[in-house]
């Protein structure tokens, strides 16, 4: 076997040539054609889709490939002429239903007939570069139907003319409609777009323009609003329901540009329905249609804040110099918190909190609340009367809220300073006269006026609340080492560090003599237990409680001030006595001794003096006595004095002056500061520098800041540069 020679095997082409039947290809594809015929005839349920597969199969195998193309382009356009004269024949509304059956047949035959041509579609086509099988069928039908002279005005006129009938209203075939819109769209994005969407644009186009005129002519504002509002969603429900979601954007910004955009000043404008009326009757429905609808165009929201911005600044101008309101100032910032509040609604409710509305409505603010000097002092005085009495049957959660909004009104102050200057007044007086509402809102209002402005802002009212407590501890060891006291008058003494609590006039009163001997007690002790301090008594800033006894007997113990405890003490000694007498005694300075007099003898209620004669002012030349009638259903009744109340004109001038004061070693200190790190630099960016590090606290006045910078220079802390004298060196 081993030593066996191996045979070679040799496979070779058969001896004779396979003789292929001439008419094979025309026999063939008169099979195929006759199948595609039967398939468009609906006749297809009788023909074997094996055998016409392997039919086309074989023709494709044996490069017969282009006769099966050809045949097919040949056979299917002429059915498609021949449905293209079926749907031109249809009359009225039965044209589109005949289009869409006819489509719907097409798309049909066209999928049985690439089953059946399926290996052509894989191999021959792809090697020749030919269109595909269902590629073809639609080109053909675009080429044959769509395209025809007699279908393709039609097709576009009955579809604009569906849409206008929707438009005024009536119900269209909302579902034909969508077949017909996809079968374009099958035809290609480019079909749709040029035989319906840009004459369906230009079309609506006319339309909006013709129909925003008439509607404005005859709408307000927010009639007019709903109606754009409408088309809109009309426009958009339309896409969703039967055209192409690409068409969405451009149909609305047609709906925009004719509706809204050509329209937005008439609209915002509008006389008695405009954006004005709107923000005045807080209209937050038609404010937020607005807003919607404008934030679609360039511009509309900006042309909306302009004029919010603008009729926010007229109208707190007016608020802000309206002498009649600036008579209560506690009612001038109520109006300005309510004044907040609207709008923040508005903002909040219509204007989507939208962060640039916010920006405009504090710069407003800013703006005209600035317009007024007395704002800071006003603001100050409306903490005062909330810290003061409280807020009736309310809770501590909304006295926190008000202060919140006050502090809203505080952050727009640019002259901060000047608020602490009064706030400090205010609080020194609620702190002595025992009259604050509760100490967790006043130092609730610390901690947010420390968080807005630092520690260097609060630094001195912390010390007032600290005085308070040491005052406290400091009578506890007086009284513990005068056990004797324990019977006469009581005296509690709050001793104030002078740097800490705003300047007084020191306007010492006579007081009587068993008080005016505790006081010395008391010196005496305080001096004793502390070295190199000098005390001085603010007799103006304290309060009293007097027990009296009237003409029948009744009793009561009267709240006052230490003023007035002076006067009425008087009383104990003498029946009647004249104004004159009363000063002379008392030693009280005139001004205070007639508004001391006039809450004692001129109060409705509080009357425990009388005045002859009986007249609104006192004069010098009146008399008093005790009113024996005086009654009250309380036995503890408060005297009032006159509390926190607005400067006249010489004391404002004279607070301003001591603000200006202050400001001056503040505008130094910044000056110094900046030229230290810096050491060289020019006027004005030293300005711009110092009123940016500056404005927390106020807003730095120009002038001022050179006067500061030529008195740095003399006390030699600057020098002007000798080559340009603009800028300035630091002197270390």
């Not at 969407?197 to 008439?214: N, P, W």
């Not at 237990?529 to 009267?558: C, I, P, Y």
């Not at 405890?565 to 002379?584: G, K, P, S, T, W």
Request: glycine share 4%; charged share 30%; proline share 2%.
């Amino acid at each position: 076997m081993s030593n066996q020679k191996k045979r070679n095997f040799q496979i070779e082409a058969f001896k004779h040539r396979v003789v292929m039947d001439p008419k094979y290809a025309d026999k063939t594809w008169k099979i195929l054609e006759h199948a595609i015929h039967e398939i468009y005839n609906h006749n297809a349920s009788g023909l074997s889709f094996e055998e016409l597969y392997r039919n086309a199969y074989n023709m494709v195998l044996h490069k017969f490939g282009e006769r099966l193309y050809s045949g097919l382009v040949t056979t299917m356009t002429a059915h498609l002429k021949d449905i293209a004269n079926s749907v031109e024949a249809a009359q009225g509304e039965s044209f589109l239903e005949e289009l869409n059956r006819k489509w719907n047949d097409h798309n049909r035959a066209l999928r049985m007939i690439r089953d059946i041509l399926m290996y052509m579609d894989r191999t021959y086509i792809p090697s020749t570069h030919k269109t595909p099988v269902h590629e073809l069928g639609l080109n053909l039908w675009r080429e044959n139907v769509i395209y025809s002279s007699q279908i393709r005005t039609r097709l576009l006129t009955i579809l604009l003319e569906f849409v206008q009938r929707e438009r005024t209203g009536e119900v269209i075939d909302r579902g034909l409609t969508r077949n017909i819109i996809k079968m374009l769209l099958d035809l290609g994005p480019s079909v749709y777009a040029q035989e319906f969407e840009a004459h369906f644009l230009r079309v609506s186009a006319e339309f909006y323009r013709v129909e925003s005129q008439k509607f404005i002519e005859c709408c307000d504002c927010g009639e007019y609003l709903k109606k754009a509002e409408k088309r809109l969603n009309e426009e958009i429900d339309r896409v969703n329901h039967y055209l192409d979601s690409r068409t969405e954007k451009k149909i609305t910004n047609v709906v925009e540009k004719e509706m809204i955009e050509d329209h937005m000043l008439r609209l915002i404008n509008m006389e008695n329905s405009g954006l004005v009326n709107m923000l005045c009757d807080d209209k937050y429905e038609d404010l937020g249609r607005m807003y919607n609808l404008f934030h679609r165009v360039t511009e509309g929201l900006s042309k909306i804040r302009e004029v919010m911005t603008s009729h926010i600044r007229e109208s707190g101008k007016v608020l802000i110099t309206d002498p009649e309101r600036l008579k209560d100032p506690v009612e001038f910032v109520n109006r300005l918190l309510d004044e907040k509040d609207k709008y923040d609604k508005i903002i909040n409710l219509a204007f989507n909190n939208d962060k640039s509305f916010q920006n405009a409505l504090n710069s407003s603010f800013e703006y005209f609340i600035n317009l007024n000097q007395r704002s800071p002092e006003y603001i100050s005085l409306f903490v005062d009367d909330k810290l003061r009495k409280g807020l009736k049957g309310v809770s501590e959660d909304d006295v926190e809220v008000t202060l919140d909004k006050v502090m809203m009104l505080f952050r727009y102050l640019q002259e901060k300073d000047v608020f602490e200057k009064y706030y400090k007044q205010h609080l020194a007086k609620r702190l002595l006269s025992g009259k604050t509402v509760s100490d967790d809102a006043e130092r609730s209002l610390l901690v947010k006026l420390k968080t807005e402005c630092g520690y260097q802002f609060t630094s001195k009212l912390e010390g007032m609340f600290m005085d308070m407590k040491t005052s406290e501890d400091t009578m506890q060891g007086f009284y513990s080492s005068h056990p004797e006291l324990g019977d006469g008058p009581t005296l509690t003494v709050q001793v104030l560090t002078t740097g800490s609590w705003p300047a007084q006039p020191s306007a010492p009163c006579n007081l009587p003599a068993e008080v005016s001997a505790l006081c010395e007690k008391f010196r005496s002790y305080y001096l004793g237990t502390h070295t190199g301090r000098r005390l001085s008594w603010q007799t103006n800033m304290g309060s009293a409680d007097v027990k009296a006894t009237f003409g029948k007997g009744q009793k009561h113990e009267l709240n006052v001030s230490t003023y007035q405890m002076c006067v009425l003490m008087l009383f104990n000694d003498a029946d009647r006595l004249c104004y004159r007498e009363i000063e002379q005694a008392t030693g009280i300075p005139a001004s205070d001794l007639k508004r001391c007099l006039q809450s004692l003898a001129l109060v409705k209620g509080r009357n425990v003096l009388r005045k002859e004669p009986m007249s609104k002012d006192v004069a010098e030349d009146d008399s008093f006595f005790v009113n024996d009638k005086f009654s009250s259903k309380l036995y503890k009744v408060k005297i009032g004095t006159v509390v926190a109340q607005k400067e006249s004109e010489p004391e404002k001038l004279e607070t301003r002056q001591r603000v200006e004061e202050d400001r001056k070693p503040q505008i130094e200190a910044a000056v110094v500061r900046i030229m230290k790190s810096r050491k060289f630099l020019d006027h004005n960016n030293l300005v711009a520098e110092v009123t940016k590090q500056l404005q927390s606290r106020f807003l730095a006045n120009p002038t001022e800041v050179k006067k500061r910078i030529e008195s740095l220079i003399e006390r030699e802390f600057l020098e002007r540069d000798e080559s340009d004298r603009r800028f300035y060196r630091y002197l270390a």
